[in-house]
């Protein structure tokens, strides 16, 4: 592999990567090995053309908050606070749906 030292720029050829001594000015350098390529989403920007799955996750429930009228998805739970107002909603007695619509 050929590297470049930091200090002066002389090229030399090294075995692989390591720690090498430069032989023209004698500063010590690191060489890497080869890096991975970027990941195809760097910045975990989701995929619009990926399929959107078919079902919600099996004991997902959505609910609206009788308080402020905010839907959010709840596991299996009895009773939850609402993430928006913290108003204590009461699952048994209200009717949840398995869609966030």
Known sequence: MIVRCGRCGVELEIAGPGEFACPSCGTRNVARGQQE???ANPFGVPDLSAAAPQEPP???T???CPACSYR?????????SCPSCATTV???KQGTGTEPS
């Open 58 to 60: 099996p004991g997902v």
């Open 62 to 64: 959505w609910v609206r």
């Open 72 to 80: 959010f998805a709840v596991g299996e739970m009895e009773e939850v």
């Open 37 to 39: 390529p970027p990941a």
């Open 90 to 92: 009461h699952l048994e």
